[in-house]
């Protein structure tokens, strides 16, 4: 079983948590059954971007980093205090962690920005949010000097994307590193994507 922490700042976005739970537990009981999803968090309660309220099932204080498999973090707004969990040292040194180990890091949207103040991305190419009013890219700047016009960069065992809108091919590309391209077009079919 490959087990993917979901890492969850305070002010995430649902959805954009959401598209990890919903492809990789539609894979553990409908694809090769090989996945598990943890929650995991700074606190023991989350609101979301839009004041949804979450429990994630562990703190960073109640894992064992080594038990996991990959690293998923969906974004969230500053104006719901994103970037205080996201730019947080215990939550920089999860992620830092599973670089070191070569270990599959998805992000999606503005989550390359915790990405890049971790420090992993010197040297390698990223995105975040792209859109004309947004000034994202230019702060992602400060921490990675090859920015990508692209929807979604894949430099290695890193993931990130430019917008909610990529959520759900960031989450399926993720089920097809750790698993196979054959096992995620037939998650992807019995899921209504194909």
């Known amino acids: 079983m490959k087990k993917i922490l979901l890492l969850l700042a305070n002010g995430f976005e649902a959805v954009e948590a ?10 553990k009981w409908e694809g090769d059954g090989s996945t598990e999803v943890v929650t995991v968090g700074l606190r023991d309660k989350l609101t979301c971007t839009w004041n949804f309220t979450v429990v994630p099932e562990k703190t960073v204080d109640d894992i064992q980093l080594d038990d996991f498999d990959a690293l998923a973090i969906p974004g969230g707004f500053e104006e719901a205090g994103f970037y205080e969990d996201a730019f947080n040292e215990s939550f920089l040194n999860v992620i830092r962690h599973f670089h070191a180990g070569q270990k599959p890091i998805a992000s999606i949207c503005v989550a390359s920005l915790a990405l890049g103040k971790s420090g992993i991305l010197i040297d390698r190419k990223a995105t975040t949010y792209d859109h004309p009013t947004s000034k994202r890219k230019e702060q992602l700047k400060h921490f ?6 692209e929807r979604i960069v894949l430099d290695d065992n890193i993931i990130t994307s430019s917008n909610p809108g990529t959520a759900f091919d960031v989450a399926f590309l993720l089920l097809e590193m750790l698993t196979s391209k054959e096992n995620a077009h037939h998650v992807k079919d019995l899921m209504g994507f194909t």
């Not at 959401?18 to 894979?27: A, I, Q």
């Not at 990675?144 to 016009?149: G, L, R, S, V």
């Open 144 to 149: 990675c000097t090859n920015i990508q016009n």
């Open 18 to 27: 959401s598209v990890f739970t919903d492809v990789l537990g539609w894979n």
